[in-house]
Protein backbone atom coordinates (compact mmCIF):
# COMPACT_ATOMS: atom_id res chain seq x y z
CA UNK A 1 0.00 0.00 0.00
CA UNK A 2 0.94 3.29 -0.93
CA UNK A 3 0.23 6.68 0.76
CA UNK A 4 -1.63 8.17 3.88
CA UNK A 5 -4.66 7.62 1.58
CA UNK A 6 -3.83 4.05 0.82
CA UNK A 7 -6.90 2.21 0.31
CA UNK A 8 -6.93 -1.81 0.64
CA UNK A 9 -5.24 -3.15 -2.45
CA UNK A 10 -7.08 -5.52 -4.53
CA UNK A 11 -5.01 -8.60 -3.54
CA UNK A 12 -6.51 -8.11 -0.33
CA UNK A 13 -9.88 -8.81 -2.08
CA UNK A 14 -11.62 -5.65 -0.94
CA UNK A 15 -14.93 -5.72 0.47
CA UNK A 16 -15.47 -8.93 2.20
CA UNK A 17 -14.26 -7.97 5.49
CA UNK A 18 -14.65 -4.79 7.81
CA UNK A 19 -14.85 -1.24 7.44
CA UNK A 20 -18.33 -0.95 6.61
CA UNK A 21 -21.68 -0.96 8.15
CA UNK A 22 -24.40 -3.22 7.81
CA UNK A 23 -26.20 -0.40 6.79
CA UNK A 24 -29.81 -3.08 6.24
CA UNK A 25 -28.09 -4.55 3.29
CA UNK A 26 -29.66 -8.17 3.58
CA UNK A 27 -33.02 -7.83 5.42
CA UNK A 28 -35.83 -5.96 6.06
CA UNK A 29 -36.92 -2.45 4.55
CA UNK A 30 -39.48 -3.90 2.12
CA UNK A 31 -43.20 -3.11 1.85
CA UNK A 32 -45.27 -5.81 1.71
CA UNK A 33 -49.71 -6.20 -0.15
CA UNK A 34 -48.07 -5.27 -3.64
CA UNK A 35 -49.35 -7.13 -6.27
CA UNK A 36 -48.66 -5.45 -9.82
CA UNK A 37 -46.39 -6.06 -12.22
CA UNK A 38 -42.93 -4.85 -11.07
CA UNK A 39 -43.57 -5.77 -7.40
CA UNK A 40 -41.32 -7.94 -6.18
CA UNK A 41 -42.87 -9.18 -2.71
CA UNK A 42 -45.53 -11.40 -4.18
CA UNK A 43 -42.47 -13.66 -4.41
CA UNK A 44 -41.72 -14.11 -1.08
CA UNK A 45 -37.85 -13.01 -1.21
CA UNK A 46 -37.78 -10.37 1.75
CA UNK A 47 -35.53 -12.45 3.62
CA UNK A 48 -33.02 -13.42 1.46
CA UNK A 49 -30.01 -12.12 0.39
CA UNK A 50 -28.79 -9.77 -2.32
CA UNK A 51 -27.49 -12.59 -4.53
CA UNK A 52 -30.13 -14.73 -4.46
CA UNK A 53 -32.45 -11.94 -4.87
CA UNK A 54 -30.75 -10.93 -8.06
CA UNK A 55 -30.93 -14.81 -9.22
CA UNK A 56 -34.72 -15.33 -8.39
CA UNK A 57 -36.63 -12.58 -7.81
CA UNK A 58 -39.30 -13.07 -10.08
CA UNK A 59 -37.90 -15.52 -12.30
CA UNK A 60 -39.20 -18.96 -11.27
CA UNK A 61 -39.11 -21.39 -13.61
CA UNK A 62 -41.51 -21.28 -16.74
CA UNK A 63 -44.61 -23.09 -15.80
CA UNK A 64 -45.28 -24.26 -18.85
CA UNK A 65 -41.81 -25.71 -19.81
CA UNK A 66 -39.69 -25.73 -16.99
CA UNK A 67 -37.52 -23.43 -18.48
CA UNK A 68 -35.10 -21.82 -15.88
CA UNK A 69 -35.02 -18.62 -17.73
CA UNK A 70 -38.14 -16.07 -17.87
CA UNK A 71 -39.10 -16.37 -21.64
CA UNK A 72 -38.11 -13.51 -24.29
CA UNK A 73 -41.75 -12.49 -24.75
CA UNK A 74 -41.29 -11.03 -28.16
CA UNK A 75 -45.51 -10.43 -29.23
CA UNK A 76 -46.44 -6.88 -29.40
CA UNK A 77 -50.52 -7.60 -28.79
CA UNK A 78 -51.91 -9.93 -26.55
CA UNK A 79 -55.33 -12.29 -26.98
CA UNK A 80 -58.04 -11.32 -25.12
CA UNK A 81 -60.95 -13.51 -24.03
CA UNK A 82 -63.85 -11.17 -24.10
CA UNK A 83 -63.32 -7.60 -24.69
CA UNK A 84 -61.75 -5.52 -22.08
CA UNK A 85 -60.92 -8.80 -20.36
CA UNK A 86 -57.58 -9.66 -20.41
CA UNK A 87 -54.52 -11.85 -18.80
CA UNK A 88 -52.51 -9.24 -17.68
CA UNK A 89 -51.19 -7.93 -20.76
CA UNK A 90 -53.04 -6.14 -23.71
CA UNK A 91 -50.42 -3.91 -25.62
CA UNK A 92 -46.60 -4.93 -25.35
CA UNK A 93 -45.52 -0.53 -24.53
CA UNK A 94 -48.26 -0.73 -21.38
CA UNK A 95 -46.56 -4.30 -20.01
CA UNK A 96 -44.69 -6.83 -21.38
CA UNK A 97 -43.82 -9.96 -19.36
CA UNK A 98 -39.96 -9.72 -19.92
CA UNK A 99 -40.37 -6.03 -18.92
CA UNK A 100 -42.19 -6.72 -16.00
CA UNK A 101 -39.67 -9.37 -14.88
CA UNK A 102 -36.44 -7.11 -14.72
CA UNK A 103 -38.95 -4.94 -12.86
CA UNK A 104 -39.68 -6.86 -10.31
CA UNK A 105 -36.03 -8.78 -10.09
CA UNK A 106 -34.76 -5.02 -9.94
CA UNK A 107 -37.30 -3.94 -7.81
CA UNK A 108 -36.17 -6.87 -5.45
CA UNK A 109 -32.67 -5.22 -5.42
CA UNK A 110 -33.36 -1.76 -4.45
CA UNK A 111 -35.73 -2.66 -1.69
CA UNK A 112 -38.60 -0.84 -3.77
CA UNK A 113 -42.46 -1.48 -3.81
CA UNK A 114 -42.09 -1.12 -7.51
CA UNK A 115 -39.84 -0.74 -10.08
CA UNK A 116 -40.05 0.42 -13.66
CA UNK A 117 -38.07 -0.16 -16.76
CA UNK A 118 -36.94 2.88 -19.39
CA UNK A 119 -35.12 2.55 -22.89
CA UNK A 120 -31.77 4.79 -21.12
CA UNK A 121 -31.28 6.48 -18.06
CA UNK A 122 -32.47 9.47 -19.44
CA UNK A 123 -35.84 8.68 -20.16
CA UNK A 124 -35.89 6.78 -16.76
CA UNK A 125 -35.52 10.21 -15.59
CA UNK A 126 -37.87 12.48 -17.71
CA UNK A 127 -40.43 10.25 -16.46
CA UNK A 128 -39.60 11.28 -12.87
CA UNK A 129 -39.31 14.57 -14.06
CA UNK A 130 -42.66 14.57 -15.17
CA UNK A 131 -43.68 14.82 -11.30
CA UNK A 132 -43.20 18.64 -11.91
CA UNK A 133 -45.28 21.33 -13.04
CA UNK A 134 -44.37 24.64 -14.81
CA UNK A 135 -43.67 27.31 -11.83
CA UNK A 136 -42.37 23.82 -9.66
CA UNK A 137 -38.12 24.46 -8.64
CA UNK A 138 -35.97 22.02 -8.34
CA UNK A 139 -31.96 21.66 -6.84
CA UNK A 140 -29.74 19.35 -8.90
CA UNK A 141 -25.75 19.14 -7.56
CA UNK A 142 -22.88 20.95 -8.86
CA UNK A 143 -21.80 18.15 -10.38
CA UNK A 144 -24.23 16.09 -11.94
CA UNK A 145 -23.83 13.79 -15.22
CA UNK A 146 -24.03 16.29 -17.91
CA UNK A 147 -26.75 15.07 -19.58
CA UNK A 148 -29.21 14.78 -16.51
CA UNK A 149 -28.06 18.45 -16.14
CA UNK A 150 -29.04 19.49 -20.11
CA UNK A 151 -32.39 17.38 -19.45
CA UNK A 152 -32.98 19.86 -16.88
CA UNK A 153 -31.84 22.96 -18.10
CA UNK A 154 -32.36 22.46 -21.17
CA UNK A 155 -35.52 20.78 -22.13
CA UNK A 156 -37.07 21.33 -18.17
CA UNK A 157 -36.38 25.39 -17.96
CA UNK A 158 -38.37 26.36 -21.19
CA UNK A 159 -40.79 24.49 -19.97
CA UNK A 160 -41.01 26.39 -17.01
CA UNK A 161 -39.58 24.27 -14.06
CA UNK A 162 -36.14 26.26 -12.48
CA UNK A 163 -33.58 24.51 -11.11
CA UNK A 164 -30.83 25.52 -9.27
CA UNK A 165 -27.00 23.90 -9.26
CA UNK A 166 -26.19 23.10 -5.12
CA UNK A 167 -22.93 21.46 -3.31
CA UNK A 168 -25.29 18.37 -2.17
CA UNK A 169 -22.81 18.06 0.67
CA UNK A 170 -23.27 21.16 1.87
CA UNK A 171 -26.28 21.15 4.19
CA UNK A 172 -26.69 24.70 4.68
CA UNK A 173 -26.39 25.68 1.33
CA UNK A 174 -29.05 23.12 0.51
CA UNK A 175 -31.39 24.54 3.03
CA UNK A 176 -30.22 28.24 2.00
CA UNK A 177 -31.53 27.25 -1.84
CA UNK A 178 -34.85 25.42 -0.90
CA UNK A 179 -37.95 27.75 -2.10
CA UNK A 180 -41.46 27.48 -1.39
CA UNK A 181 -42.00 26.11 -4.48
CA UNK A 182 -39.04 23.28 -4.50
CA UNK A 183 -40.91 20.05 -5.35
CA UNK A 184 -37.71 17.89 -6.12
CA UNK A 185 -34.25 17.70 -5.17
CA UNK A 186 -32.06 15.61 -7.07
CA UNK A 187 -29.03 13.36 -5.75
CA UNK A 188 -25.98 11.50 -7.39
CA UNK A 189 -23.82 10.02 -4.95
CA UNK A 190 -21.09 9.03 -5.78
CA UNK A 191 -21.46 11.63 -8.57
CA UNK A 192 -20.06 11.89 -11.98
CA UNK A 193 -17.42 12.38 -13.11
CA UNK A 194 -15.84 13.93 -9.63
CA UNK A 195 -17.19 11.30 -7.23
CA UNK A 196 -18.45 13.17 -4.01
CA UNK A 197 -20.53 12.08 -1.82
CA UNK A 198 -24.10 13.05 -0.13
CA UNK A 199 -24.68 11.86 2.85
CA UNK A 200 -28.62 10.29 1.64
CA UNK A 201 -30.03 10.17 5.28
CA UNK A 202 -29.00 13.55 6.32
CA UNK A 203 -30.32 15.46 2.76
CA UNK A 204 -33.41 13.13 2.96
CA UNK A 205 -34.34 14.90 6.38
CA UNK A 206 -33.81 18.40 5.09
CA UNK A 207 -35.43 18.00 1.91
CA UNK A 208 -38.10 16.01 4.16
CA UNK A 209 -38.52 18.22 6.77
CA UNK A 210 -39.18 21.52 4.85
CA UNK A 211 -36.69 23.17 7.67
CA UNK A 212 -36.99 26.41 5.50
CA UNK A 213 -40.41 26.43 4.16
CA UNK A 214 -42.30 23.98 5.89
CA UNK A 215 -43.10 21.49 3.33
CA UNK A 216 -41.43 18.40 2.18
CA UNK A 217 -39.68 17.56 -1.83
CA UNK A 218 -39.12 14.42 -3.27
CA UNK A 219 -35.38 13.22 -2.94
CA UNK A 220 -34.25 11.48 -6.02
CA UNK A 221 -31.05 9.50 -6.05
CA UNK A 222 -29.08 8.63 -9.20
CA UNK A 223 -27.77 5.13 -7.99
CA UNK A 224 -26.22 4.71 -11.07
CA UNK A 225 -22.28 4.62 -10.01
CA UNK A 226 -22.81 2.90 -6.54
CA UNK A 227 -25.81 0.11 -7.85
CA UNK A 228 -28.35 -1.12 -5.10
CA UNK A 229 -25.49 -3.54 -4.16
CA UNK A 230 -23.30 -1.15 -3.01
CA UNK A 231 -26.19 1.41 -1.64
CA UNK A 232 -29.73 1.25 -1.38
CA UNK A 233 -31.25 4.94 -1.30
CA UNK A 234 -34.56 4.00 -0.53
CA UNK A 235 -33.80 2.35 3.06
CA UNK A 236 -31.64 5.67 3.90
CA UNK A 237 -34.73 8.12 3.27
CA UNK A 238 -34.58 8.46 -0.67
CA UNK A 239 -38.15 8.54 -2.59
CA UNK A 240 -37.62 7.75 -5.66
CA UNK A 241 -34.10 6.18 -7.43
CA UNK A 242 -33.34 6.01 -10.78
CA UNK A 243 -30.40 4.72 -12.64
CA UNK A 244 -28.74 4.17 -16.28
CA UNK A 245 -28.69 0.05 -16.33
CA UNK A 246 -26.52 0.66 -19.46
CA UNK A 247 -23.71 0.85 -16.58
CA UNK A 248 -23.20 -2.00 -13.76
CA UNK A 249 -26.97 -3.49 -13.95
CA UNK A 250 -26.39 -4.30 -17.46
CA UNK A 251 -22.40 -4.56 -17.01
CA UNK A 252 -21.38 -5.95 -20.77
CA UNK A 253 -21.58 -2.89 -22.85
CA UNK A 254 -24.45 -4.46 -24.78
CA UNK A 255 -27.59 -2.50 -23.82
CA UNK A 256 -28.66 1.00 -23.36
CA UNK A 257 -31.64 1.18 -20.54
CA UNK A 258 -33.03 2.88 -17.65
CA UNK A 259 -34.80 1.81 -14.45
CA UNK A 260 -37.10 3.80 -11.72
CA UNK A 261 -38.33 2.70 -8.19
CA UNK A 262 -39.91 3.85 -5.21
CA UNK A 263 -41.85 2.45 -2.42
CA UNK A 264 -44.38 4.64 -2.62
CA UNK A 265 -47.15 2.55 -4.56
CA UNK A 266 -49.23 5.79 -5.85
CA UNK A 267 -46.05 7.40 -7.28
CA UNK A 268 -45.86 4.76 -8.69
CA UNK A 269 -48.68 4.46 -10.61
CA UNK A 270 -48.41 8.24 -11.40
CA UNK A 271 -44.79 7.05 -13.12
CA UNK A 272 -46.16 4.36 -14.62
CA UNK A 273 -48.58 6.64 -16.09
CA UNK A 274 -45.49 8.56 -17.83
CA UNK A 275 -43.96 5.34 -18.75
CA UNK A 276 -46.87 4.23 -20.72
CA UNK A 277 -48.06 7.62 -22.25
CA UNK A 278 -44.74 8.49 -23.52
CA UNK A 279 -43.69 5.36 -24.72
CA UNK A 280 -39.50 5.27 -23.45
CA UNK A 281 -40.04 1.92 -22.60
CA UNK A 282 -36.83 -0.49 -23.57
CA UNK A 283 -37.48 -3.54 -25.68
CA UNK A 284 -37.71 -7.20 -24.47
CA UNK A 285 -34.51 -8.66 -25.64
CA UNK A 286 -32.83 -5.13 -23.30
CA UNK A 287 -34.57 -6.31 -20.67
CA UNK A 288 -33.63 -9.69 -20.56
CA UNK A 289 -29.49 -8.72 -21.57
CA UNK A 290 -30.40 -6.28 -17.99
CA UNK A 291 -31.75 -9.48 -16.06
CA UNK A 292 -28.82 -11.29 -17.60
CA UNK A 293 -26.27 -8.81 -15.80
CA UNK A 294 -28.00 -7.92 -13.03
CA UNK A 295 -27.20 -11.80 -11.87
CA UNK A 296 -23.80 -11.50 -11.45
CA UNK A 297 -23.88 -7.88 -10.18
CA UNK A 298 -22.57 -8.82 -6.93
CA UNK A 299 -19.45 -10.62 -7.97
CA UNK A 300 -18.88 -7.84 -10.85
CA UNK A 301 -19.04 -5.27 -8.58
CA UNK A 302 -16.28 -7.07 -5.49
CA UNK A 303 -13.50 -7.24 -8.31
CA UNK A 304 -14.67 -3.75 -9.20
CA UNK A 305 -14.18 -2.30 -5.95
CA UNK A 306 -10.70 -4.19 -5.58
CA UNK A 307 -9.38 -3.21 -8.95
CA UNK A 308 -10.32 0.42 -8.29
CA UNK A 309 -8.97 0.79 -4.65
CA UNK A 310 -5.51 -0.94 -6.04
CA UNK A 311 -5.34 1.77 -9.21
CA UNK A 312 -6.41 4.81 -6.14
CA UNK A 313 -3.78 3.65 -4.50
CA UNK A 314 -1.27 3.62 -7.50
CA UNK A 315 -2.23 7.28 -8.88
CA UNK A 316 -1.62 8.55 -5.50
CA UNK A 317 1.80 7.71 -5.46
CA UNK A 318 2.39 8.56 -9.12
CA UNK A 319 4.04 11.88 -9.86
CA UNK A 320 2.34 13.21 -12.54
CA UNK A 321 -1.11 13.31 -10.37
CA UNK A 322 -2.12 15.96 -8.94
CA UNK A 323 -5.36 14.93 -6.96
CA UNK A 324 -6.96 11.55 -7.26
CA UNK A 325 -10.78 11.30 -6.89
CA UNK A 326 -12.10 8.07 -5.18
CA UNK A 327 -14.24 7.51 -2.19
CA UNK A 328 -12.18 4.69 -0.75
CA UNK A 329 -9.14 6.89 -0.14
CA UNK A 330 -9.37 7.78 3.51
CA UNK A 331 -8.35 11.48 2.49
CA UNK A 332 -11.98 11.73 0.14
CA UNK A 333 -13.51 14.77 1.87
CA UNK A 334 -16.69 11.82 1.73
CA UNK A 335 -14.98 8.93 2.30
CA UNK A 336 -16.82 8.67 5.97
CA UNK A 337 -20.08 9.12 4.58
CA UNK A 338 -19.31 6.28 1.70
CA UNK A 339 -17.93 3.93 4.78
CA UNK A 340 -21.03 4.03 6.28
CA UNK A 341 -23.95 4.34 3.58
CA UNK A 342 -22.45 1.97 0.97
CA UNK A 343 -21.03 -1.64 0.96
CA UNK A 344 -18.11 -0.37 -1.06
CA UNK A 345 -16.66 2.43 -2.70
CA UNK A 346 -16.95 1.52 -5.91
CA UNK A 347 -15.42 1.25 -9.66
CA UNK A 348 -15.11 4.76 -10.69
CA UNK A 349 -12.02 6.51 -9.67
CA UNK A 350 -11.20 10.18 -11.67
CA UNK A 351 -7.70 12.21 -11.05
CA UNK A 352 -6.39 15.95 -12.03
CA UNK A 353 -2.77 15.90 -14.18
CA UNK A 354 -0.30 18.50 -12.54
CA UNK A 355 0.34 18.47 -16.32
CA UNK A 356 -3.50 19.78 -17.40
CA UNK A 357 -5.23 19.19 -20.31
CA UNK A 358 -2.56 18.36 -22.76
CA UNK A 359 -0.70 15.94 -19.95
CA UNK A 360 -4.76 13.90 -19.67
CA UNK A 361 -4.78 13.97 -23.13
CA UNK A 362 -1.90 12.32 -23.80
CA UNK A 363 -2.67 9.44 -21.10
CA UNK A 364 -5.65 9.17 -22.40
CA UNK A 365 -4.31 8.48 -26.07
CA UNK A 366 -1.64 6.17 -24.37
CA UNK A 367 -3.50 3.47 -22.43
CA UNK A 368 -3.90 0.19 -24.21
CA UNK A 369 -6.22 -2.04 -21.79
CA UNK A 370 -7.78 1.14 -20.72
CA UNK A 371 -9.91 1.36 -24.08
CA UNK A 372 -10.40 5.09 -24.75
CA UNK A 373 -14.45 5.60 -24.59
CA UNK A 374 -17.28 7.38 -22.95
CA UNK A 375 -19.90 4.90 -20.54
CA UNK A 376 -19.05 2.69 -17.91
CA UNK A 377 -19.67 -0.16 -15.39
CA UNK A 378 -18.99 -2.76 -17.71
CA UNK A 379 -16.42 -5.66 -17.56
CA UNK A 380 -13.66 -3.87 -19.45
CA UNK A 381 -11.74 -0.74 -18.61
CA UNK A 382 -12.44 2.14 -20.05
CA UNK A 383 -10.75 5.43 -19.53
CA UNK A 384 -12.07 8.76 -20.85
CA UNK A 385 -11.86 13.19 -20.75
CA UNK A 386 -15.13 14.23 -19.35
CA UNK A 387 -14.16 17.94 -20.55
CA UNK A 388 -14.45 16.93 -24.08
CA UNK A 389 -16.71 13.64 -24.24
CA UNK A 390 -19.48 12.68 -21.59
CA UNK A 391 -19.51 16.50 -19.89
CA UNK A 392 -19.00 18.56 -23.25
CA UNK A 393 -22.38 19.52 -22.95
CA UNK A 394 -22.00 21.19 -19.53
CA UNK A 395 -18.49 23.01 -20.99
CA UNK A 396 -20.20 26.72 -20.38
CA UNK A 397 -22.43 25.68 -17.70
CA UNK A 398 -21.98 26.04 -13.68
CA UNK A 399 -21.08 22.08 -13.96
CA UNK A 400 -18.28 22.48 -16.10
CA UNK A 401 -15.10 19.95 -15.34
CA UNK A 402 -11.26 20.55 -15.35
CA UNK A 403 -9.74 20.39 -18.79
CA UNK A 404 -7.02 18.05 -16.90
CA UNK A 405 -9.77 15.63 -15.63
CA UNK A 406 -8.96 12.02 -16.44
CA UNK A 407 -12.57 9.50 -15.26
CA UNK A 408 -11.25 5.91 -15.43
CA UNK A 409 -14.05 2.77 -15.10
CA UNK A 410 -11.90 0.61 -13.54
CA UNK A 411 -13.39 -2.96 -15.05
CA UNK A 412 -12.58 -6.25 -13.83
CA UNK A 413 -9.37 -7.55 -15.54
CA UNK A 414 -6.61 -8.60 -13.94
CA UNK A 415 -5.60 -6.11 -11.19
CA UNK A 416 -1.79 -6.08 -11.95
CA UNK A 417 -1.98 -5.78 -15.83
CA UNK A 418 -4.53 -2.65 -14.95
CA UNK A 419 -1.63 -0.71 -13.06
CA UNK A 420 1.09 -1.59 -15.61
CA UNK A 421 -0.94 -0.26 -17.71
CA UNK A 422 -1.64 3.32 -16.76
CA UNK A 423 1.67 3.24 -14.86
CA UNK A 424 3.20 3.63 -18.73
CA UNK A 425 0.94 5.76 -19.72
CA UNK A 426 1.52 8.30 -16.67
CA UNK A 427 5.25 7.53 -16.92
CA UNK A 428 5.20 9.45 -19.98
CA UNK A 429 3.77 12.86 -18.85
CA UNK A 430 5.75 12.59 -15.51
CA UNK A 431 8.77 10.47 -15.50
CA UNK A 432 8.87 7.25 -13.69
CA UNK A 433 8.36 7.07 -10.15
C1 LIG B 1 -24.93 8.89 -13.45
C2 LIG B 1 -25.67 8.78 -14.74
N1 LIG B 1 -27.00 8.92 -14.76
C3 LIG B 1 -27.71 8.84 -15.91
C4 LIG B 1 -27.09 8.61 -17.12
C5 LIG B 1 -27.91 8.55 -18.39
O1 LIG B 1 -28.08 7.23 -18.76
P1 LIG B 1 -28.26 6.73 -20.29
O2 LIG B 1 -26.99 7.04 -21.01
O3 LIG B 1 -28.56 5.28 -20.15
O4 LIG B 1 -29.41 7.51 -20.85
C6 LIG B 1 -25.70 8.45 -17.15
C7 LIG B 1 -25.01 8.19 -18.42
O5 LIG B 1 -23.80 8.18 -18.49
C8 LIG B 1 -24.98 8.54 -15.93
O6 LIG B 1 -23.63 8.39 -15.89
Same mark, same amino acid.
Given at each position: ??????? $????????????????????????????????????????????????????????????????????????????????????????????????????????? @??????????????????????? +???? #???????????????????????????? =?? +????????? @?? $???????????????? !???????????????????????? #???????????????????????????? =???????????????? /????????????? !??????????? &???? /???????????????????????????????????????????????????????????? =?? /?????? &????????????????????????????????????????????? &????????????????????????????
Amino acid at each position: MTGPGAT $SGFESGGFESGGFESGGFESGGFESGCFESGCFDRWGLEGWGFETRAIHAGQEPDRVTGAVLPPLSLATTYAQDAVGAHRGYEYSRSANPTRATLETALAALEGA @RRGLAFASGLGAEDAVLHLLRPG +DHLL #VPRDAYGGTYRLVDRVWGPLGVAHTPVD =LA +DLDAVRAAL @RP $STRMVWAETPSNPLLN !IVDIAALAEVVHGGVVHGQGALLV #VDNTFATPYLQRPLALGADIVVHSTTKY =LGGHSDVVGGFVATRD /GARADEIAFFQNA !IGAVPSPFDCY &LVLR /GAKTLAVRMDRHCGNAAAVADRLASHPAVGRVLYPGLATHPGHQVAARQMRGFGGMVSFV =LR /GGETAA &LEVARSTELFTLAESLGAVESLIEHPHRMTHSSVADSPLAVDPGL &LRLSVGIETGADLLADLTQALDRVGGPR
